[in-house]
């Protein structure tokens, strides 16, 4: 993987910003990212609330603390529990750089993620149902799908998804028709 330094991304933080993790499996490795962050000392909490602490040793809902200059962090994840919820958050000071022919002001950074589960366990089953008569789709065009009583250890309405569960997926043989 090239790394492209953070004041040149350009037309990539979309594609950065909508990468964001926001579930992943526990053997994925959590690091935070700042846009203009190679330039200025940044302050990392892993946290269980998405809040700054003053200092990390006294708050109970800070897990890791860690300080970069290079606007990139990776967070050890002997600190982060399955099926939780945590959060990013960076603090940094205003900075200044002198530049060849100007001084570059970097406002300051207090800024916490919307948050991320590591999920270790699949969601319980539910009940899919197929509209058809007597045995047999009646209408090849049109399929009705529903489905019923699935949960998840995780709520992902926290994460601002608008069920439980972030997205199902339909599949027809061996070809994916749709994320719903």
């Given at each position: 993987m090239q790394a492209i330094t953070s004041s040149n991304l350009g037309v990539l933080y979309k594609l950065l910003h909508d990468s964001e993790l926001d579930f992943g499996n526990t053997s994925a490795k959590v690091a935070g990212i700042v846009v203009y962050g190679t330039e200025r000392e940044i302050e990392w909490f892993l946290m269980t609330r998405p809040e700054i602490p003053t200092q990390c040793i006294n708050s109970p809902r800070c897990l890791q603390f860690l300080t970069?200059?290079?606007?990139?962090?990776?967070?050890?994840?002997?600190?982060?529990?399955?099926?939780?919820?945590?959060?990013?958050?960076?603090?940094?000071?205003?900075?200044?750089?002198?530049?060849?022919?100007?001084?570059?002001?970097?406002?300051?950074?207090?800024?916490?993620?919307?948050?991320?589960?590591?999920?270790?366990?699949?969601?319980?089953?539910?009940?899919?149902?197929?509209?058809?008569?007597?045995?047999?789709?009646?209408?090849?065009?049109?399929?009705?799908?529903?489905?019923?009583?699935?949960?998840?250890t995780i709520d992902a309405t926290k994460l601002g998804y608008v069920d439980r569960i972030k997205s199902y997926s339909l599949?027809?043989?061996?070809?994916?028709?749709?994320?719903?």
């Open positions: 970069s200059k290079s606007g990139v962090i990776e967070f050890d994840s002997r600190f982060i529990a399955a099926n939780t919820l945590h959060y990013i958050c960076a603090r940094s000071n205003v900075t200044y750089i002198e530049r060849e022919i100007f001084t570059e002001r970097l406002e300051e950074i207090n800024t916490c993620s919307d948050g991320f589960v590591l999920d270790d366990s699949p969601p319980s089953s539910g009940e899919v149902h197929v509209s058809q008569h007597g045995g047999y789709l009646t209408d090849t065009t049109h399929i009705q799908v529903s489905w019923d009583g699935f949960s998840d599949a027809i043989g061996m070809y994916i028709f749709s994320d719903l």
